[in-house]
Structures are given as structure tokens and as C-alpha cells.
């Protein structure tokens, strides 16, 4: 089994700034991709970042506020949110595409979310 644990959500004034982390554990022989997604009330959940090898995609609402890094020797990924907006209030969901030990298939597997909220 694979966990992905999530941290670092929480309130902040519009134009300051949060750093959510995802650790994930378990059964992992590889981990293709990281990143993270989001729900904001009402809406679809929608790609905010992911990083493969050594790309960095992100959404156009937040290129050049939110950056995405990972820590491969801990299988961390983080995304440092700066200049928030109220637009960014959202739960907050890392993703990863894994592959387990002996499979040569690739599996996704989701945060429990984090609540960001950004107050104007």
C-alpha cells in the first residue's frame, strides 16, 4: 500500500504565503509523477502543478506565484505558494502516479486534501 501525507494548509491573508508538503511511504519502486491539485467549492478539481524527471507544469492561474519542488531521497514534493489570492481558496490534493515493486504497471493515488483558505 502507498500513502500520501499531506501538511502545511491553513488561513492566510490575501498576498502572503504558504508551503504544503506531501510525504509519500509504503510499497514504492518509482515514483513517475508528483504534484498537486485542487477543489474549490462548487467547482471541478483542476491541476495546480506536476513535476516528471526534471519538468515543472503548472496551471496558468498560479505560473509565477506557486512553485513546485521534490525531494526524491525523502519521495517529498512541496509547492510554495506566494502572492495568494482568494481565488487560490481550495482543498488543496497531492497526486502521485507510482509504481510498486514487481508491477510494470503504474497506479495513482491521492492525498487526504488540505483546506487552504485565503481571506481578503
Known amino acids: 500500500q502507498v500513502q500520501l501525507v499531506e501538511s502545511g494548509g491553513c488561513l492566510v491573508q490575501a498576498g502572503g504565503s504558504l508551503r504544503l508538503s506531501c510525504a509519500a511511504s509504503?510499497?514504492?519502486?518509482?515514483?513517475?509523477?508528483m504534484g498537486w491539485y485542487r477543489q474549490a467549492p462548487g467547482k471541478q478539481r483542476e491541476l495546480v502543478a506536476l513535476?516528471?524527471?526534471?519538468?515543472?507544469n503548472y496551471a496558468d492561474s498560479v505560473k509565477g506565484r506557486f512553485t513546485i519542488s521534490r525531494d526524491n531521497a525523502k519521495n517529498t514534493v512541496y509547492l510554495q505558494m506566494n502572492s495568494l489570492k482568494p481565488e487560490d481558496t481550495a482543498v488543496y490534493y497531492c497526486?502521485?502516479?507510482?509504481?510498486?515493486?514487481?508491477?510494470?504497471?503504474?497506479?495513482?493515488?491521492w492525498g487526504q486534501g488540505n483546506q487552504v483558505t485565503v481571506s481578503s
Open positions: 513535476t516528471s524527471g526534471g519538468a515543472r
Open positions: 509504503g510499497s514504492i519502486f518509482s515514483i513517475i509523477v
Open positions: 497526486y502521485a502516479e507510482i509504481r510498486p515493486p514487481g508491477r510494470y504497471s503504474d497506479y495513482d493515488y
